[in-house]
């Protein structure tokens, strides 16, 4: 983002009851409650007796700027309903970390304390169960524990992680909570509507990178910020999203396959690859246009009085018209990144690569920014998606999007 844009509040108004239950992981849940707030929820924290021997109710109540409830027979409820009152009007009960004891509880649909209580009595159509397991790799792998994470998920609970690697036991395996970061993505994108449920997406980011000897290269200014937001918003839309990436030092958004490639030949043959099946591409890939013919395999040395060696160029596949060709093509949308005359030079090329939708913008303006404008340019016309954050604006490309393919006579 950059400084003058306003911070994300992805869950503005949002109201998140908070449950942890014993587990190390409780340590999280601190920069979790920091995290969830930050993103514009309320959060109501709940703790168990075994959490409060893992952290203080103080903290949670300073991150929360909420008193914690920890007592089904707190007396400050005037109807002394806790379990009730606690889900009447939260959009969401994530219970993090979550312990396998917990996990067989809500299993069971016992409510022996407030928080499974409160679960058990959750309108549960309404207010949605997010669990975020938390154990040792074996307590996890245990058939009774797995049987317990069936039943959660039959009943409607969504799992959130676990995931793999060190755990505080100094084991390796499966049952770490989710970091505090991946738990928001989650929650983040769980509210997201499922726009594209059942659609698989193909996108392509960054530059490319042409060899011209072992040390140097021809490359561009993309940042891939673009792509990789709008493989974020297609996954959170419910996309099985595949992600072919030039060389950037993003992270790979959750859920999404990522498959890094170095040139625009590589680009193209991860893209023919993954292609068959996709239902969706996006090209947002500032491919290079052209790319040394023989690249030299050996650093090319500068001889005193030599003149600069001339390096003749070749062109490279075009990925987006090659795929827009085919007979059995996706959905193809396609970026300009024009330094002048943009909706010319995008109308225009949407037209020579035979695509339904460019997304215009101005390169040297966007390359490597947190936020961008463009207009989005098909056959009925244009419609502008005002300056904003590339999140933001990766959620309204995707919609655009299943709005388009929703229309298309099947
Ligand atoms: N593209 C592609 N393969 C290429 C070149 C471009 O897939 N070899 C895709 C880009 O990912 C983008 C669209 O085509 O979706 C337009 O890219 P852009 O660089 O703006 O246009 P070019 O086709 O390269 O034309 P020019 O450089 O002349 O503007």
Redesign the pocket.
Known sequence: MTDTAPPRADLAGRHIVLGLTGGIACYKAAELTRLLHKAGATVQVVMTQAAERFIGAVTMQALSGRPVTTDQWDAREPNNMAHINLTRDADAVLVAPASADFIAKLARGQADDLLSLACLARPIARCPLLVAPAMNREMWAHPATQRNVAQIAADGATLLGPDSGDQACGEVGDGRMLEPDDLLGEVVAFFQPKLLAGQTVLI?AGPTFEPIDPVRGITNHSSGKMGFAIARAASEAGAEVTLVAGPVHLPTPRGVRRIDVKT?QQ??DAVLRALPGQGVFV???????WRPAAPSETKIKKQRGDAPPSISLTE???????VACLADRPYC??????SHDLLR?ARE?RE??GIPL?VANL?PATFGCDDNAVTLIDADGEHELPRADKLTLARALVAEIARRLAAQPR
């Open positions: 392509t625009a680009m193209h090209a947002t890939a500032a491919v290079a246009d490279s596949p075009d990925i987006l018209a090659t949308v396609g970026f300009a990144a024009e030079h090329k020579r690569k460019i390169g």
